[in-house]
């Protein structure tokens, strides 16, 4: 490998070592699922590196990420500290293993508490608050085929450490000469941080921005009330900041945060409107709800997606309906372990 420009046009996730901004450099490295990659940002201090976000606890990540770091003349020993944008596994956990082995410092943000607390539980399942929350939404078939393919995909307990450092929001956070300001940015998780130069004009976004996908909402072992509430204000806040460069977790950077917030709040807002429509239509429950709806930006029908996708397509209705029935559109009843919805009367 050799440290070369970014260039946008290129595939994203290859791998490599590609300069975003003097002495940034993003490092993708590679996932087993369909996000394909993970970006790693590095960023070159006077006495090593500040890493946002770590990857996932991975040979192949491993190596790619001790090749990049050597390309820029250094090794993991030079890794002072990870700043982690969430608790994902594929953001925070080879942040532990290098720690580990290597001593850098970790820090992660002070919301990811409860669900770090649930992940490195041994006695926790995986997905078991998704589960059960599929179940009370209908969506039985889909927590029955879903637990069928768990096993294979799960992180080992012992892979989940705290961190060194629960960061506060507002923290700013020192790496070489600059000045990283950590932004509460709760709806992704409810931890979730993203980390703004705002000398340079950076944006670390985590899972939070996205250029290409929209974020899932509330995927966590302890979701807050309204996830996706939570979202839409974090997208507004960060829509406050100076427009910026945005440096994704997964994705190409781009140059305008503002412009792909934009995008995401009318996402959001049209998503809102079609299921408040298809609850109008008679669908009573979450799942039924994300039947009616297409998904992905190929308009997939429910039906045709993976049972993990069909999860996370629920959850996210779950949300929706959820915020819906916050701002009076739709009332809710719980009735034999089931949750239905109905249109709120206008009367
Ligand atoms: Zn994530």
């Known amino acids: 490998m050799s440290v070369e420009l970014d260039d946008p046009a290129r595939r994203w996730y290859e791998p490599g070592v590609f300069t975003v901004a003097p002495g940034v450099h993003r490092i993708p490295l590679p996932l087993p699922d369909e996000l394909r990659a993970v970006n790693v940002y590095a960023v070159e201090g006077n006495d090593g590196f500040t890493l946002i976000d770590s990857g996932l606890v991975l040979d192949a990540a491993r190596t790619q990420l001790e090749a990049a770091l050597k390309d820029l003349g250094g090794g993991l020993g030079d890794v002072r500290q990870f700043l982690v944008t969430h608790v994902h596994r594929d953001h925070y956990t080879q942040a532990v293993a290098v720690r580990r082995d290597f001593g850098a410092r970790v820090g992660l943000g002070v919301g990811e508490q409860p669900s770090l607390a649930v992940v490195s539980n041994p006695a926790s399942t995986p997905y078991r608050h998704q589960l059960a929350s599929l179940r009370r939404n209908g969506a039985e078939k889909v927590a029955d085929e879903l637990t069928a393919v768990l096993p294979e995909e799960s992180v080992p307990h012992s892979a989940w450490e705290a961190p060194d450092e629960w960061l506060q929001p507002g923290t700013v956070v020192r790496a070489g000469h600059r000045g990283l300001e950590a932004k509460a940015t709760p709806g992704h998780t409810q931890g979730h941080l993203v980390y703004f130069d705002r000398a340079a004009c950076l944006l670390f976004g985590g899972d939070h921005i996205l250029p290409h996908i929209t974020p899932s909402i509330g995927l966590e072992p302890v979701p807050g009330e309204s996830p996706l509430g939570d979202y839409l204000d974090s997208l507004r806040a960060v829509r406050l ?107």
């Open 241 to 347: 900041l100076p427009d910026a460069r945005l440096l994704p977790a997964h994705g190409p950077v781009i140059d305008s945060s503002h412009a792909r917030i934009d995008e995401l709040l009318r996402h959001h807002d049209t998503r809102l409107q079609l299921t408040a429509e298809a609850v109008v239509q008679g669908a009573a429950t979450a799942y039924e709800v994300s039947e009616a709806l297409r998904w992905t930006g190929r308009e997939r029908e429910f039906a045709t997606l993976p049972p993990r996708h069909q999860m996370m397509a629920v959850i996210e209705t779950v949300w929706h309906l959820a915020l819906l029935e916050v701002r009076g559109v739709v009332t809710s009843e719980e009735r034999n372990g089931t949750i239905r919805f109905a249109p709120a009367s206008t009367g």
